[in-house]
């Protein structure tokens, strides 16, 4: 069975040009047609984004069924954090907390998604949507956290599992403790390349592959960055689209 997902840093819907569009980032989901779409930085009540959900406002636009919220962030009015849409059920939905000490508060949302084949075969998929921090260790702390978090340690290594978002590593320093000790497959950056991860930041000029996604029990087809002309302007950020196999 086939899938696609996306992933998308979407900075709250507010665009380079400091507008706040919706829309914009609507299109580029609409065009990629993901069957599950991992955000980051979604707001939900805030005055910058008209006191919206934005989760649920970008899932009646392109027609998710299925929507879950992680809030990382409270603010004075309203907070953000990371969203999870889906075209197939979401059968739980827990935040893993990933701040470190005084840190900007940080998290994981997970999901746990089910998915039927034609024979009426159920596949359960596991998805860790992340937003990490800014200093490398930072990061590694906050990978410590998840490994030991209770979702993560009860997953069987044969079980499909896509851990991504945007991590912030502009070195890679992360990529070897996912491929070589917890062996997964990185779908944006081959395993044996240091410096070869898929550019997504900033979105007008992309230099940085900040926005990764590794898999684990999933074969990955293909990978691209969204080239759309909107989304130059929509995010500081780039979509990540991947086509993965279910066996």
Not at 34 to 47: F, N, S
Not at 88 to 96: D, F, Y
């Amino acid at each position: 069975m086939r899938l696609r997902i996306l992933t998308y840093n979407i900075h709250r819907a507010i665009g380079l040009d400091r507008r706040f569009q919706p829309d914009r980032i609507a299109d580029v989901l609409f065009h990629h047609d993901a069957d599950i779409v991992l955000l980051q930085e979604v707001d939900d009540g805030a005055p910058r984004s008209q006191r919206l959900n934005l989760a649920k406002e970008l899932a009646q636009l392109v027609d998710y069924p299925h929507f879950a919220v992680g809030h990382n962030v409270q603010l004075r009015t309203g907070r953000y954090g990371n969203a999870t849409l889906s075209r197939h059920p979401i059968l739980r939905e827990r935040n893993i907390d990933l701040t470190i000490g005084r840190r900007k508060r940080r998290g994981c949302q997970h999901t746990t998604i089910d998915i039927e084949k034609r024979a009426g075969h159920v596949h359960r998929l596991e998805i860790f949507n992340l937003h990490l921090g800014l200093s490398p260790k930072e990061r590694t702390q906050q990978i410590g956290k998840l490994v030991k978090s209770e979702e993560f340690r009860r997953l069987d290594s044969q079980q499909p599992t896509i851990v991504a978002g945007d991590f912030n590593d502009w070195r890679s320093l992360l990529h070897p403790i996912f491929t070589q000790i917890l062996d997964f497959n990185c779908a944006t950056q081959p395993d044996d390349e240091l410096s070869g991860a898929l550019r997504t930041f900033p979105s007008f000029s992309p230099t940085g592959g900040l926005d990764r996604v590794y898999c684990r029990g999933i074969k990955i087809l293909r990978t691209r960055r969204c080239r759309l002309k909107v989304s130059r302007v929509a995010s500081d950020h780039l979509a990540v689209i991947v086509d993965l196999q279910l066996s």
